[in-house]
């Protein structure tokens, strides 16, 4: 079962504009995580944030995580073509098993 | 570049057919996970193991099952294939002693059965 539900579920936006995802998951976690993957392929960790955590930082992404709402945000500013693929929130709850939600696909147009 | 690969890359199988899917950990790495991944979803956890024994299951048949080797490479079999294990497997590895869990994913394998 999906623990995390990313929104929305597509997003296109303009190269060089900014693109917000949002996920919200279930049950209390030990960390969050977010990955991309291109075209169906093999995942890439992109960035962590522990639960008692607010905000975290790395290159063009910004990520949020409000443990009282469960939910977090994945901000990409200045959007690259290169940055067209689809993107997953997984949590864990410390048992060392990734949960997934079902991904944002987002696409930036030249 | 992860350093974690899988083979094969594709496979075509048929129904009440067996697979064995393979994957080589990133070196240094002594846990490996694998996933299910149908067309347009996230990945869902099928199991996963530490130093040779299994650690967690997710919500698979016992048709799904696993190895793990003392070099940490593993493998994923499923028996009596149906429709609907079509999808890509990928497999991780992830160094669990750490505090954390970042885990280094192969490029899967896209099974298809028919």
């Known amino acids: 079962s999906q623990q995390g539900e990313e929104d929305p579920q597509a997003l296109s936006i303009q190269e060089g504009e900014n693109a917000t995802m949002n996920c919200s998951y279930k049950t209390s976690i030990n960390n969050l995580q977010w990955y991309r993957q291109n075209s169906g392929r093999g995942l890439v960790h992109l960035i962590l944030i522990r639960s008692n955590e607010r905000e975290k930082h790395s290159g063009r992404l910004r990520v949020t995580l409000d443990t009282s709402k469960k939910s977090s945000s994945l901000l990409i500013t200045a959007s690259r073509a290169a940055d067209t693929a689809s993107y997953f929130c997984a949590t864990d709850k410390s048992n060392y098993q990734l949960i997934w939600g079902a991904g944002t696909k987002l696409i930036i147009k030249p | 570049e992860t350093g974690v690969t899988q083979s094969p890359t594709h496979l075509i199988k048929t129904r009440g057919q067996q697979v064995t899917l393979r994957c080589s950990s990133q070196?240094?790495?002594?846990?490996v996970s694998w996933y299910q991944q149908a067309l347009g979803q996230g990945p869902q956890f099928i199991f996963q193991y530490y130093r040779e024994e299994e650690n967690g299951r997710g919500n698979f048949p016992p048709r799904f099952s696993g190895l793990q080797f003392p070099n940490y490479s593993s493998e994923l079999n499923v028996n009596a294939l149906e429709l609907d294990d079509s999808a890509l497997y990928l497999c991780a590895s992830s160094f669990r002693d750490r505090t954390y869990n970042e885990q280094f994913f192969g490029p899967g394998t896209r099974l298809t059965v028919l």
């Open positions: 070196s240094g790495h002594n846990t």
